[in-house]
């Protein structure tokens, strides 16, 4: 059927839809908050020096996701250690995440609404 020979095509070039996305877990600030306590996380804030200056979340490790060496340096993190990433909506940390688990990281935890929830 055409429908279907789409679908393999499209899973050949690309794996299966939504692969990363399942091992990533977005987690409202309460949920995110608790998690990274218990599970003795690496809080990653990956949007810029700039932002990052100005206010965040506290003990948060910066990892701009527009830096060339972004992967590179996620590599070089404890991946026996689950992933806590944020930025400021929720959109570059949706992308980043996909990094993370690309790198070797099986658990990672995006924080739903970003650092402006985080805030609120």
Known sequence: MKGESGMHIFKSLFGKPGAADEKVKVLKKTDYIKHLKELNGILIDVRTPKEYIEDHIENARN??????????????????????????????????????????????????????????
């Open 63 to 120: 990892i701009n996701w527009y830096d060339p060496k972004f992967k590179e340096k996620i590599r070089r993190l404890d991946k026996t250690r689950p992933a806590f990433i944020y930025c400021r909506s929720g959109a570059r940390s949706a992308r980043a995440a996909k990094s993370f688990i690309k790198a070797g990281f099986s658990k990672v935890y995006d924080l739903k609404g970003g650092f402006l929830a985080f805030q609120n």
